[in-house]
Structure formats: C-alpha cells, structure tokens
C-alpha cells in the first residue's frame, strides 16, 4: 500500500515536444505528491509538487496533473529540451507519517534528441 | 548558503565490513532524512533525525543506523555489510519535519565486494 507505481520506464522526445510521465499510488493517506529531477552524479532535485486539493499545478514548462479519484498523477514537460535529459522520479508523502517521509517511483529516464 | 554535502563520494568495502558516511546538511536545516538508491530504482528512505533524534524509520534492518549532532550533521553506519547494500546513499536535509522541501545532496556510491 506504500508503493508508487510510475511509467514508463524510459522515454525519448524530439525537441520541442511533450514529455509525459505517469505515476500511480494506493495510499489514499498520501497529501503530497513532488517530482524530483536527477543528473547522473547528482542528488535528486525537487522540480514542482502538488497537494490533492488542486488539479493541476503548472510552473514554467512543467506542469502536475493530479486525479484524485483515480489516484493517478503526471508530470507534463512543454517544449522539451535535450538539457531536460534526466531521470524524473515521482514520490508521495502522508502528514499521517510523522517523517513526511518520501516514497518514490522507480524512475523514468528521459532523453531529448536535438 | 552552502548546500548539502556528503562525504565519502565513492567507498569500497568487502563483506562483513563496517561503514560510515557524512553528511552536512544545508544552513539553518535541522532535519536529516537518509535514503538508500539502488541501481535503476528509486530511493527507498532508511531513517530520518530531526533535532538529534530519530524520528522514524523505514524498512530497514537494525544493522542500519544513524547518528545526528548538534550542528545538525549526521552520520548513516551499517555494520556487517552485505552484496546487497551495494548503492548511492542519499542523505537530504529540510528546515524540519512536515511538507519541506528536501534537498538532497550528491549521495555516496558504495560498493561492497
């Protein structure tokens, strides 16, 4: 009941198009839902995040999709670019938890062809 | 401001051995969440400290464990070290518990032989 599902596995785009990845949970106790953006040699870096009272959440090209009755999220990239060649990685949270502690997805790799 | 930093950035260790890795968490944090990432999977949280004590624990064995000082900087040991816990290990830090952002560091690539 603490898993994150996410898909798919690896995703290639041509530049300038819409990068789409998608997560699922079970948990209906999770409240918090960030993407985080990972470089190879890096630590993951938080993109955007979103809470279940909105239904999406846009910041710059980025943008969070959230359906909560289907308990399914996404994360859309808008005109990407091969600098957006990373790992995402979708994770949830509960304020039920007293860590807030982060369960993440398996990772998407997203590569950008110029 | 300084970000958060980890040492050491690569290790080898043999089974069986016994190891220690740092972490300086990011200006004014004073929460540390520790989490293990294996090869091609995503990070699987170990513990986390807030204020020099723990403050919850995932699913991992006691082997695992975790110190915090006052400066806020911890420590993740693992005693008896197994093939398995061959991964990066993730430490982020947040100006305490709730939805705050988690700031990760670079992370500390062990491999056990």
């Known amino acids: 009941q603490q898993q994150v599902k996410q898909s798919p596995q690896s995703l290639i785009v041509q530049k300038g198009g819409i990068s789409i990845i998608n997560c699922a949970y079970e948990n209906t106790a999770f409240d918090y839902f960030p993407w985080y953006q990972q470089f190879p040699g890096k630590g993951p870096a938080l993109l955007i995040a979103i809470r279940p009272d909105v239904s999406e959440k846009k910041e710059g090209r980025f943008t969070i999709s959230f359906n909560k009755s289907a308990k399914q999220f996404s994360l859309h990239i808008m005109d990407s670019q091969p600098g957006d060649s990373a790992t995402y990685f979708c994770?949830?949270?509960?304020?039920?938890?007293?860590?807030?502690?982060?369960?993440f997805g398996s990772g998407t790799r997203l590569l950008v062809r110029p | 401001e300084t970000g958060v930093t980890q040492s050491p950035t690569h290790l080898i260790k043999t089974r069986g051995q016994q190891v220690t890795l740092r972490c300086s968490s990011q200006?004014?944090?004073?929460?540390v969440s520790w989490y293990q990432q294996a090869l091609g999977q995503g990070p699987q949280f170990i513990f986390q400290y807030y204020r020099e004590e723990e403050n919850g624990r995932g699913n991992f064995p006691p082997r695992f464990s975790g110190l915090q000082f006052p400066n806020y900087s911890s420590e993740l040991n693992v005693n008896a070290l197994e093939l398995d816990d061959s991964a990066l290990y993730l430490c982020a830090s947040s100006s305490g518990t709730g939805w705050q952002t988690q700031y990760f560091g670079p992370g500390t690539r062990l491999l056990v032989l």
């Open positions: 200006s004014g944090h004073n929460t």
């Open positions: 994770a949830a949270s509960s304020q039920t938890d007293s860590s807030y502690k982060l369960i």
